[in-house]
């Protein structure tokens, strides 16, 4: 996880020396193991290391190519060593991820990315066609933002430095808003009308009068995998998980996994140990860090982390919940927060956590976040009914409607009415209806945006690719966008890491019949049989994990006490975001533990604390836009403003875990 920034000057006069001193300090607490520049006429190239492998300790970024080109890696290769013989260059068997990238660059250009696979962001300077590309990842794992403008361009790692760097006063973007209050915003946006984000799977070629967004790679939806027997899929499954889990255990340091006693992180550090134990991990060792909370009722999980602990024979990193403070809303921020969903402060959770990752060494933590949405979480017959129909399979069709109509106890003719249903237009209206439950926004701006409130939700095909494949990239744009909304972690400082989301391992999940990963009454049934003796029995056969209400519910009317305590009245209300008379009675309810749409309520007092953080920095300010629609205008966010972080000086010196500050500098 390491940080890129880039001014390219089109007149080709050089970046401003405090201008750029000052985009140093806001990548610098990212990047504790020094720094690379590059400086050619009106090209500047910042580049700040924190290393999690070895290899990478070694190598010299940006990288000049044998060809010219300047390359910026973040990311970890995963076929490194299928890449470096396909390059026929022995050299490159030890090099690091970067100086073969740069070799692959050369040999295919843009053509290069689809063979790159692992996580990672990247940026290329072409002095020979002068222009830079951008590109992310099949999933979008890493942050890589950009704005052009008539006289520049600049992309980044961070949203600050693109934001100091605008001139002109700069609008929020509507739709990001309204994505943010639903579910999530798209992959290609930010908070910042203007600023984009280079979305999953592609690369934008950018230059003077020139933005162009190309998608370099996708799932065949035509390949199937379709063996003899159970046992063979389960096989592959195996090896499919257990390659991704090898692949993200690469790291010269100890890995931290989050273990929560539920099936998808519990498989990831049971599997990480039987590689450990074969030698076939890079990681000297596995720790695991676990949250407990006793103030909440519906949420105890020690009794089922503490079964793969008691397997391994060794205790994680416990944290206690409940000791964090009920909100951020009731924390005084003490850095910028560039999106609504940045938290601003540190609590004693995050302080807990980056003392133990410091203790250990830790840089690499693993997460299961996906594991549910690609292994068959949700127990719905839908997907596999709707291809049996588009296929006309009527025999299997009916055997599967009396099969799940049995289980779930609902007549076969309802369930048959569903899988119609799910190609009707109108079945669009039910992806709106968790926002319709939230009263309180506003009906302009639901009406206004309303493919962004519903999700991005696409109505399944009968024509094309089977249902089940539409619905597994449905999902899969789902979780690219919340990847979009994370911002790299300030305190303490981590690559993060998700076995769930390999992309060799998910051509493997959406090529199979879904029979196979959920069945009547066996959610999950591929990853529960293929796992039998590699993960404890009552972990496999343990039903869905509670959902927590009772802190949040707890927590909402402190927080609104302080987000309501002006004389002006809400920022989002004004803007014409929310009704905030309707949002009080809501919030009201919730917190007297009435059932309420707590998601959205939460999305939109964040909201709320967020613009009003902006206002109290003297960020924005309220102007008439189209149509006579008030709107947010963010004022040029000043570098003493956007670099303002009280914590990272004195809590970064103390976790990043290296002194290595030196920087080396190319200037023609």
Excluded at 133 to 141: N, Q, S
Excluded at 149 to 174: C, N, Q
Excluded at 294 to 317: A, H, L, M, Q
Aim: with cysteine; proline share 6%; charged share 25%.
């Amino acid at each position: 996880m390491s940080v890129q920034f880039g001014r390219w000057n089109f007149d080709d006069v050089p970046a401003d020396a405090d201008y750029m001193e000052t985009m140093r300090s806001l990548l610098s607490p990212y990047g504790p193991d020094g720094e690379g520049a590059y400086c050619v006429r009106g090209m500047n190239i910042l580049y700040r290391a924190f290393h999690v492998i070895g290899e990478s300790r070694f190598e010299v970024q940006p990288c000049v190519s044998q060809s010219g080109s300047v390359i910026t890696w973040d990311g970890r290769l995963d076929n490194r060593k299928e890449l470096a013989h396909e390059l026929s260059d022995g050299i490159l068997r030890d090099a690091a991820d970067v100086s073969i990238v740069a070799a692959a660059f050369d040999r295919w250009a843009t053509d290069c990315f689809q063979r790159l696979n692992g996580d990672w962001a990247l940026s290329v300077w072409d002095p020979k066609s002068r222009e830079v590309i951008l590109a992310k990842d099949f999933v979008g794992t890493r942050p890589l933002y950009y704005r052009v403008s008539d006289s520049h361009v600049v992309w980044s790692s961070l949203l600050e430095p693109l934001l100091t760097s605008i001139g002109d006063d700069l609008a929020l973007d509507e739709e990001y808003i309204a994505g943010w209050l639903s579910s999530f915003p798209a992959a290609e946006s930010t908070p910042y009308a203007g600023v984009h984000s280079v979305p999953p799977s592609c690369f934008v070629r950018l230059g003077r009068g020139r933005c162009e967004l190309h998608r370099y790679w996708d799932f065949n939806r035509a390949k199937k995998i379709r063996y003899r027997n159970d046992a063979e899929y389960e096989e592959h499954f195996r090896s499919a998980v257990s390659e991704s889990i090898r692949r993200r255990l690469r790291s010269d340091a100890p890995v931290l996994a989050e273990l929560s006693g539920g099936l998808d992180s519990s498989s990831i550090v049971c599997m990480a140990d039987e590689l450990i134990e074969r030698g076939l991990a890079e990681t000297p060792r596995l720790d695991t860090l676990s949250y407990f909370s006793d103030s909440e009722p519906n949420w105890d999980e020690r009794p089922y982390f503490t079964i793969v602990e008691e397997k391994r024979g060794r205790t994680g990193c416990h944290i206690d919940a409940g000791a964090q403070r009920p909100s951020r809303l009731q924390e005084n921020d003490v850095c910028f927060r560039p999106t609504p969903g940045t938290v601003g402060s540190v609590n004693e959770a995050s302080r807990h956590l980056a003392a133990y990752m410091a203790s250990q060494g830790h840089r690499v933590v693993l997460s299961g976040i996906g594991g549910d949405e690609v292994t068959g979480g949700v127990p719905t017959p839908m997907p596999e009914l709707a291809d049996l129909l588009t296929r006309v399979h009527l025999g299997a069709l009916a055997h599967q409607l009396r099969s799940w109509a049995l289980q779930m106890r609902r007549p076969w003719f309802s369930l048959f009415y569903e899988t119609v249903q799910v190609f009707l237009p109108r079945v669009q209206a039910r992806s709106l209806e968790h926002v319709q439950q939230a009263s309180w926004l506003h009906p302009d701006f639901v009406s206004r945006h309303r493919d962004a409130l519903s999700g991005y939700q696409p109505r399944l095909s009968l024509t094309g690719p089977l249902p089940s494949f539409q619905e597994n990239m449905s999902t899969l744009n789902l979780l690219r966008r919340q990847l979009g909304c994370q911002e790299l972690p300030r305190y303490p400082l981590y690559d993060k890491r998700y076995p769930y989301l390999d992309r060799d391992l998910l051509e493997f999940l959406y090529a199979i019949p879904r029979e196979q990963l959920v069945r009547p009454g066996q959610r999950r049934s591929l990853m529960r049989r293929a796992l039998v003796g590699i993960v404890p029995d009552n972990l496999l056969q343990r039903k869905r994990k509670a959902y927590v209400t009772r802190l949040p519910s707890a927590s909402l009317s402190v927080g609104f006490r302080k987000l309501i305590d002006l004389d002006q009245g809400m920022i989002s209300a004004r803007l014409g975001f929310v009704v905030q008379s309707e949002l009080v009675e809501a919030v009201q309810r919730a917190s007297c533990g009435f059932e309420s749409p707590l998601v959205p309520l939460m999305r939109t007092l964040a909201l709320e604390g967020w613009l009003q953080d902006l206002g109290r920095r003297g960020l924005i300010q309220e102007s008439k836009g189209e149509n006579g629609r008030r709107q947010m205008d963010v004022i040029r966010i000043s570098p003493r403003m956007a670099s303002k972080n009280e914590f990272s000086a004195e809590e970064h010196s103390k976790t990043k875990g290296g002194e290595n500050n030196d920087v080396h500098e190319t200037v023609y």
